[in-house]
């Protein structure tokens, strides 16, 4: 499956951005991951076709991941924007939880304070 992710920038500190990762076509869960400068990549948020989500503890209650499955496409709503969130975000695409699956292109975030 490919990805097409979209809407990273800058942003200070409170502020907030929605990311926008389109599939080629219908797959079972996709999410977001990042990667900041000097760190290993980590989950964000995923959700299944289903509506099932799961959040890092660091975003929960920050963050709101959410799907069309007419589009093929994931969100990931990003609001009270902390400067440890700066990172690239990557949209990921996999048909089982035990697959890597597919990668988008990177989107940077950065949130200045």
């Known amino acids: 499956v490919q990805l097409q992710a979209s809407g990273g920038g800058l942003v200070q500190a409170g502020g907030s951005l929605r990311l926008s990762c389109a599939a080629s076509r219908s797959i079972f869960i996709m999410g977001w991951y990042r990667q900041a400068p000097g760190k290993q990549r980590e989950l964000v948020a995923h959700i299944t076709n289903g509506g099932i989500t799961n959040y890092a503890d660091s975003v929960k209650g920050r963050f709101t991941i959410s799907r069309d499955n007419a589009k093929n496409t994931v969100y990931l709503q990003m609001n009270s924007l902390k400067p440890e969130d700066t990172a690239v975000y990557l949209c990921?695409?996999?048909?089982?939880?035990?697959?890597?699956?597919?990668w988008g292109q990177g989107t940077l975030v950065t949130v200045s304070s």
């Open positions: 990921n695409a996999r048909s089982s939880p035990i697959v890597l699956g597919s």
